[in-house]
């Protein structure tokens, strides 16, 4: 009696094998060498201890045994595709692929997801980061949060959260330093930026609207997104040019403190998309309706901070 089964990559080998007639075809197909057909084959038939297949001449003949076979195989494997397609198709019915900034990601929504998965137990949120606009018709993505104008015609569109951009430090940063008394003051301390190409506002930028015209800056590490230069400034390396959606939390715990009450407002703003056939798929509405409440609740955080409402800033 055969106790032992041979393993998967040696099943599909000689499925291969017995559909071409051919190792090399059979290696082809499964983009491996036909030295690694032959072995799979070899390996199969000691195991069992009886032959798949032989040669006549030049043709590879499939064998008795082997003729007895073939359909079992095929079965196994036509199932095995099927229930895991199955399975893909749940987890992907159940599931919502979300593209966006990472800085993004990683400063405002990750840290709120937990919410989102207390209401919706069943969902799942695939986290996808890049600085690319996605194509959804060629990218595997639900719904994205860009950054930008809102001007994609061809997208359901929402806006979510409009942006300010300050500076800030840690506390212990500033209790270490002699405190800057008005904003040209900060020429003279450690500044930490961002050298990735974006429209938001940057150090001159800010300055500009403190009311300076600075023609040089100091020198300062620099980092590829703002999460970086805010986990620096966290880490008492300087002083970094946040955006509020980046910072809300860290003010609010006290990791980071705001530096005057002079901002820029960014010109670009944070928006929900997707493609419109989808809207109605009670995932992705359920996604939105949480993400457009969250979404509001830090705009009125934003915007308390800069009308001075919750005192943020130690100058």
Not at 212 to 238: C, E, Y
Request: proline share 6%; with cysteine.
């Amino acid at each position: 009696m055969i106790n032992h089964l041979p393993p998967i990559a040696a099943i599909r080998a000689f499925e291969a094998s017995s559909r071409h007639l051919s190792f090399t075809k059979a290696a082809e197909e499964l983009n491996i060498t036909q030295s690694a057909v032959s072995h799979q084959i070899r390996h199969i038939e000691d195991l069992w201890e009886f032959k798949l297949f032989e040669r006549q001449g030049r043709r590879l003949i499939i064998t008795k045994e082997g003729q007895l076979i073939v359909p079992v195989v095929r079965d196994f494997l036509d199932n095995m595709k099927r229930v895991l397609n199955e399975i893909t198709n749940t987890e992907t019915r159940s599931s919502i692929r979300v593209s966006l900034l990472q800085s993004f990601a990683v400063k405002w929504l990750v840290p709120k997801l937990g919410k989102f998965k207390e209401l919706y137990p069943d969902i799942s949120i695939w986290i996808s980061t890049t600085d690319d606009i996605v194509n959804f018709a060629t990218d595997e993505v639900d719904v994205a949060i860009r950054l930008g104008y809102g001007d994609w015609p061809d997208l359901h569109v929402d806006s979510l959260l409009h942006e300010y951009v300050f500076p800030v430090c840690s506390p212990d940063f500033f209790k270490r330093i002699t405190p800057p008394q008005r904003p040209a003051d900060l020429i003279h301390y450690p500044l930490l930026y961002r050298h990735s190409f974006d429209i938001c506002p940057r150090w001159r930028d800010w300055f500009r609207d403190a009311g300076l015209i600075v023609k040089s800056l100091p020198s300062g590490s620099r980092f590829p997104d703002t999460s970086m230069s805010i986990q620096a400034a966290i880490d008492n390396q300087g002083i970094a040019l946040a955006r509020s959606a980046h910072v809300d939390d860290d003010l609010k715990s006290n990791r980071l403190v705001k530096l005057f009450d002079v901002y820029s407002k960014s010109p670009v703003s944070y928006y929900f998309v997707c493609p419109h056939k989808i809207m109605a798929q009670p995932r992705i509405a359920a996604f939105r309706k949480w993400l457009l409440a969250e979404a509001a609740e830090s705009q009125i955080s934003f915007d308390r901070v800069i009308r001075g409402d919750v005192d943020s800033s130690v100058t």
